[in-house]
Nanobody, 125 residues
C-alpha cells in the first residue's frame, strides 16, 4: 500500500530556496514513477515535475525549468523537489503523487494513482 507524506514546506522570501520531501511508507516505492503537482488558491492543480522509477528520466513544467529539480532516493523511499529562485507565483500547496506504471509522457492528474496530503509553500515578495 502506498502512503505518501510530504514535508519541507514553509515561508520563504522571493529568490530563496526550499527542498520538499515525499516519503512512502510502503515497500514498492522503486516500482512507481513519481510526480509533484501544485495548487494555488482558486486555481486548478497543475503539474510541476516527474521522475521515472530509476530516476533517469525527468520532466518539468515550463514555469519551473531551470529552477526546480526533482530527484529520488529509492533506498530511502523518498522523492525530493529542490526549488531555487522561488517566486511569489510559486506559492501553492504542493502534492506528491505516485504512478504504478512507467513514467508517462503526459503529466495530467489522471496519470497518477496515489496522492499525498500536500504541504504549503508560501513565497513572499
Amino acid at each position: 500500500q502506498v502512503q505518501l507524506v510530504e514535508s519541507g514546506g514553509g515561508l520563504v522570501q522571493a529568490g530563496g530556496s526550499l527542498r520538499l520531501s515525499c516519503a512512502d511508507s510502503g515497500r514498492s516505492f522503486s516500482t512507481y514513477a513519481m510526480g509533484w503537482f501544485r495548487q494555488a488558491p482558486g486555481k486548478e492543480r497543475e503539474f510541476v515535475a516527474a521522475v521515472s522509477r530509476s530516476g533517469g528520466i525527468t520532466y518539468y513544467a515550463d514555469s519551473v525549468k531551470g529552477r526546480f529539480t526533482i530527484s529520488r532516493d529509492n533506498a530511502k523511499n523518498t522523492v525530493y523537489l529542490q526549488m531555487n529562485s522561488l517566486k511569489a507565483e510559486d506559492t501553492a500547496v504542493y502534492y506528491c503523487a505516485a504512478r504504478a506504471r512507467p513514467i508517462s509522457t503526459t503529466q495530467g492528474m489522471g496519470a497518477y494513482d496515489y496522492w499525498g496530503q500536500g504541504t504549503q509553500v508560501t513565497v513572499s515578495s
